[in-house]
């Protein structure tokens, strides 16, 4: 019983490349939700989208970032031309039914931008 | 003001002890709450889900929600020391698209 796999567990860039981030939910769950988590602060809402459609954006900077869930394979968080403050934890969640049911996280992707 | 606040710790405790987390919100829509436990550099785990007001019960633990306080609880029964851990509290609207997370209290449990 499968939970939510994200890779890679570890990503590191150079300033001005480009990171893919993957998720694939748990099985049955057509819902994801993607946040990021810098020391010391809570995780922060960026995206949230169902198969083939982007539900909610408004966490995400309007440049640079995308995210996609297509109807097969992974959720892909994409961030073009990294640069030292997109260093972080970014956690997948997956969710059956939509936001008011049980949400479940992935072990996270940790980017470093050098 | 932040919409979750939650005390940062750290919290520090004997083995056996009964602990208690807590979180203060300010959106009084919020009908959801989640109590996730972190491990160091690994992903939140969910521990308990409740809904509206009221007490809920899952082994050591109890979640307690306040909505005419905006006080949100979870108290660990018979701590050990594996319960050390970073425990963050989440918490949604009935509409809404995420979560709103507090920013965790670290607990470490002395054998």
């Known amino acids: 019983n499968a939970g939510v796999m994200q890779n890679p567990r570890h990503l590191v860039r150079r300033r001005g490349q480009e990171a893919r981030l993957r998720c694939s939910p748990m099985k049955g769950h057509s819902h994801v939700y993607w946040y990021r988590q810098l020391p010391e602060e809570g995780l922060k809402f960026m995206v949230y989208?169902?198969?083939?459609?982007?539900?909610?954006e408004s966490g995400m900077p309007k440049e640079r970032f995308s995210a996609e869930f297509p109807k097969e394979g992974p959720s892909i968080l994409r961030i073009q031309q990294v640069v030292r403050g997109d260093s972080a934890a970014y956690f997948c969640?997956?969710?059956?039914?939509?936001?008011?049911?049980?949400?479940?996280f992935g072990q996270g992707t940790r980017l470093t931008v050098v | 003001q932040k919409e979750v606040e939650q005390d940062p710790g750290p919290l520090s405790v004997p083995e056996g002890a009964i602990v208690s987390l807590n979180c203060t919100y300010s959106?009084?829509?919020?009908?959801?709450f989640m109590w996730y436990r972190q491990y160091s550099r690994k992903g939140p785990e969910l521990l308990m889900y409740t809904y509206s007001s009221g007490n809920k019960e899952d082994g050591r633990f109890t979640a307690q929600v306040d909505k005419s306080s905006k006080y949100i609880s979870l108290f660990i029964r018979d701590s050990q020391p594996s319960d050390s851990a970073t425990y963050l509290c989440a918490m949604s609207q009935s509409t809404g698209n995420q979560f709103y997370f507090g920013t965790g209290t670290s607990l470490t449990v002395i054998p």
């Open positions: 969640a997956s969710g059956q039914q939509g936001l008011n049911t049980e949400a479940f």
């Open positions: 989208l169902q198969k083939e459609n982007i539900i909610d």
């Open positions: 959106n009084s829509a919020f009908q959801y």
